[in-house]
């Protein structure tokens, strides 16, 4: 069973930074395109980062330059480094994975990943 278990949220001032972590397990598959998404209140999930099983990368507009994503493969952990934050970051993240690699980018629809975390909040203050 693939579990996705998000941790690193938290309430930051703005300028300020953070370490969103996801850990996978029971994952098999040597091909993946994992990523994170945000999602405010009444408003449908958006891609923030996603990295696929070559490493290559892919961000949103709104945070390159700012967040970094990275995958540590011994410990099968997802990481996104969140820098520079804005009041506007201000979110639930949630991590996801779909089992092909290849095209792996912001703009593949929220419903073609199989496999989701419960989320985590991140809260910026001005």
């Known amino acids: 069973q693939v579990r996705l278990m998000e941790s690193g949220g938290g309430s930051v001032q703005a300028g300020g930074s953070l370490t969103l972590s996801c850990s996978v397990s029971g994952y098999t598959y040597s091909t993946y395109c994992m990523g994170w998404f945000h999602q405010a209140p009444g408003k449908e999930r958006e891609g923030v980062a996603f990295?696929?099983?070559?490493?290559?990368?892919n961000y949103a507009d709104f945070v390159k330059g700012r967040f970094t994503i990275s995958h540590d493969n011994a410990k099968n952990t997802l990481l996104l480094q969140m820098n520079s934050l804005k009041p506007e970051d201000t979110d639930m993240y949630y991590c996801?994975?779909?089992?092909?690699?290849?095209?792996?980018?912001?703009?593949?629809?929220?419903?073609?990943?199989?496999?989701w975390g419960q989320g985590t909040q991140v809260t910026v203050s001005s």
């Open positions: 990295i696929n099983s070559e490493g290559s990368t």
């Open positions: 996801a994975v779909r089992i092909v690699s290849g095209y792996c980018s912001t703009y593949i629809r929220p419903e073609l990943f199989t496999y």
